[in-house]
C-alpha cells in the first residue's frame, strides 16, 4: 500500500495535470475564438444574397469533393449551379472553378468545368484552375496569376465568410453569394461548419506565413498554361 505521502504527491501532480490542460483549454478557445471574429470582421457587409450581389466580372467557385465517376458531389454541385445562375443573371462575366488535381481519380477543377459546359455555359467562359489546393491558394491565385482585383465567391454558406475574409485580406475586393440547397444533408453540412470554425485559426496562420502560389495548371477551352 503506498505511504500516504505519496498519496498526496499523486493528488497533486493529477490537480495540477487538471489545471494544466484546464489552461491549455481556454487559451485555445480565446484563440480560435479570436481568429473566428477576426475573419468574420473582414468580411461583414460583404455577403450577400444572389438578388442582391453587385455585378463583378468573374466568380471564383471554389473546390469540394468529387465523386469517383469524375461528376460534382451533392455540395459541389449546388455551388456550380449557383455560379451558373449568376452567369445567367449576368451578374458575372466568365466564371473560374478552383479545386486540386492531388487524387489520381479524379481532377476537381476538370470535373467543374466540364459540368458547366455540360449545363449550356459556353466553354471559352469557364476557366479552370488546378492549384486551388485551399481556400487560401484559390484566393491568392486570383490575385497573383489571375490579376484580379474584383470577384463574387461562392461556395456553401457556411464556408463563405472564411472565403470572402481570405480574398479580401489578400486585396481583391470581394463579395460572396453562398448556396444553402445542401443544407438537406444535415450531417455533411453541420460537420462542415464545424470544421470551417476550426478552420479559422488555419486562415490566420496562412495569411502571415503564405505569401506565394504553389504551382498549378490553368485550362481555358482545352489549352493549357503552366504557371
Known sequence: MPAPEQRVSGKQRLVKLSWLLLGIGIVGLATLTGAVSFVRSIAAGHIYAQSDVPAAPVALVLGAQVNPDGTPSAFLAARLD???????????????????????????????????????????????????????????????????????????????????????????????????????????????????????????IDLATRPDPKPGELRISGDRIST
Open 82 to 204: 449557383l455560379a451558373k445562375r449568376l452567369y445567367d443573371a449576368r451578374l458575372v462575366e466568365m466564371i473560374i472553378v478552383s479545386g486540386d488535381h492531388l487524387a489520381p481519380e479524379f481532377n476537381e477543377a476538370a470535373a467543374m468545368r466540364n459540368y458547366l459546359i455540360r449545363t449550356g455555359l459556353p466553354e471559352e467562359r469557364v476557366i479552370a484552375d488546378t492549384g486551388g489546393f485551399d481556400t487560401y491558394e484559390s484566393c491568392l491565385r486570383a490575385k497573383r496569376i489571375f490579376n484580379l482585383s474584383r470577384l463574387i465567391v461562392v461556395t456553401q454558406s457556411y464556408h463563405l465568410v472564411r472565403a470572402v475574409a481570405t480574398c479580401r485580406a489578400l486585396g481583391i475586393d470581394a463579395t460572396g453569394v453562398g448556396d444553402d440547397s445542401a443544407r438537406q444533408h444535415a450531417i455533411a453540412w453541420w460537420r462542415g461548419v464545424i470544421r470551417d470554425q476550426i478552420a479559422c485559426l488555419k486562415t490566420v
